[in-house]
């Protein structure tokens, strides 16, 4: 999906449709992260064990962006969020009880997950003549877990989603407040003894600038 995005965005670039204004950019951003996880674990003949939690994390953060501005005033564009952004951490103490269990899973467990190499296509459609728009985009990213277990660790998950989103536009200057949408996360760790499937939306105020 990543490489789908910038293919998609290279085409405009190189098509310079419509005669197609390039403008490039940043922008600095507040929000919140919201997400709903469950961990399945294997416990012998005990039957699975389910641990599940949600996380709201606030967040600042900043992207780059290169855009096309039509001359009816669609801009379609590409942004890019270099920094990470936390879904959520934890941690938790394990003591093995069943004695049917082949191995232990005893110890402290801690475990943490961060967005990564946010991309979002995204196209502005302007409402009326007055500086508002509505905004549709498409994300890619990668999900990164960070974690200390007795027996395994867990993998990156490559994840898609959507944007819908309200703004303003004067000049140079845009404000806009978006929604986003994940796709569920899915993970399974090294050893086959457990995995990790989450749900992630998050709500944005982002201020940006172009030249």
């Given at each position: 999906m990543k490489?789908?995005?910038?293919?998609?965005?290279?085409?405009?670039?190189?098509?310079?449709?419509?005669?197609?204004?390039?403008?490039?950019?940043?922008?600095?951003?507040?929000?919140?992260?919201?997400?709903d996880g469950t961990e399945s674990e294997k416990s012998g003949l005990?039957?699975?064990e389910t641990?599940?939690?949600?996380?709201?994390?606030?967040?600042?953060?900043?992207?780059?962006?290169?855009?096309?501005?039509?001359?009816?005033?669609?801009?379609?564009?590409?942004?890019?969020?270099?920094?990470?952004l936390e879904l959520g951490s934890g941690t938790r103490t394990d003591t093995t009880s069943d004695a049917n269990e082949s191995t232990s899973d005893s110890g402290t467990y801690k475990a943490s997950a961060d967005v990564?190499?946010?991309?979002?296509?995204?196209?502005?459609?302007?409402?009326?003549t007055n500086g508002y728009y509505g905004s549709l985009g498409a994300?890619?990213?990668?999900?990164?877990?960070?974690e200390t277990l007795p027996n395994s660790t867990y993998g990156n998950d490559d994840i898609n989603g959507f944007l819908v989103g309200l703004g303003f536009k004067s000049g140079p200057m845009k404000l806009e407040l978006a929604y986003s949408d994940f796709e569920t996360i899915g993970v399974s760790s090294s050893s086959g003894s457990s995995s990790i499937s989450a749900d992630a939306d998050a709500l944005s105020l982002k201020l940006a600038y172009s030249f």
């Open positions: 490489k789908l995005l910038v293919i998609l965005f290279s085409i405009l670039f190189l098509t310079g449709i419509a005669r197609a204004e390039m403008k490039f950019g940043f922008s600095i951003m507040a929000g919140q992260l919201n997400s005990v039957g699975p641990n599940s939690k949600s996380f709201s994390e606030t967040f600042m953060g900043a992207s780059v962006f290169a855009e096309y501005i039509l001359d009816n005033g669609i801009t379609f564009g590409l942004d890019y969020v270099p920094l990470d990564t190499d946010l991309m979002t296509l995204y196209v502005n459609y302007p409402l009326g994300h890619q990213a990668t999900v990164t877990t960070s």
